[in-house]
T-cell receptor, first 117, second 114 residues
């Protein structure tokens, strides 16, 4: 089955710096890659996602890049703020053809991001 | 629009008992997935329901089961609880249509087995 590796496990940055989290996946058939942010005591919150027909996607201070050949994707956060401190998870999924899609997400192990004021 | 809701938020059970957790998806969403989150194993997929049918199942023993009702609400049941079942159980919903890739999570139910 699919396996997703996420690095680093912890990341500490100063406010205003950039943060990059990287993930690799094993199943070349995976074609949907979301990123989630989880704060203490809350469920994961979808922050950005990318599909395999797109190489890069940006939403304000966050961006995601995908390299299908190398089977890796990355989350970039610019101008980090203390409120960005949380655990970030990458995930991969196989979306079926013919009008159906599957809900099974395979997650990375998570990255604890700490932004120091 | 209200988000995914899960009840109860916290639960303490004794080994050997059974438990039922409930999930109400976002209005209009027809697919519900369940995940188990533990410090050691991370986030692991349990199963997915769409239109009252189980569509996909993860690698969990048969003690873990679920169902979905006609209003898309879902329940999961764990029988003969073990200490290792202590975890945060998360429910996620999505549209379930071809364009419904995005999954939105609820706050979870924290289950403690003693």
């Amino acid at each position: 089955g699919e396996n997703v590796e996420q690095h680093p496990s912890t990341l500490s940055v100063q406010e205003g710096d950039s943060a990059v989290i990287k993930c690799t996946y094993s199943d070349s058939a995976s074609n949907y890659f979301p990123w989630y942010k989880q704060e203490l005591g809350k469920g994961p919150q979808l922050i950005i996602d990318i599909r395999s027909n797109v190489g890069e996607k940006k939403d304000q201070r966050i961006a995601v890049t995908l390299n299908k050949t190398a089977k890796h994707f990355s989350l970039h956060i610019t101008e980090t703020q203390p409120e960005d401190s949380a655990v970030y998870f990458c995930a991969a999924s196989k979306v079926g053809a013919g009008g159906t899609s599957y809900g099974k997400l395979t997650f990375g192990q998570g990255t604890i991001l700490t932004v120091h004021p | 629009k209200a988000g995914v809701t899960q009840t109860p938020r916290y639960l303490i059970k004794t080994r050997g008992q059974q438990v039922t957790l409930s999930c109400s998806p976002i209005s209009g969403h027809r697919s519900v997935s369940w995940y188990q989150q533990t410090p050691g194993q991370g986030l692991q997929f349990l199963f997915e329901y769409f239109s009252e049918t189980q569509r996909n199942k993860g690698n969990f023993p048969g003690r873990f089961s679920g169902r979905q009702f006609s209003n898309s609400r879902s329940e999961m049941n764990v029988s003969t609880l073990e200490l290792g079942d202590s975890a945060l159980y998360l429910c996620a919903s999505r549209l379930g249509s071809y364009s419904g890739y995005e999954q939105y999570f609820g706050p979870g139910t924290r289950l403690t087995v003693t």
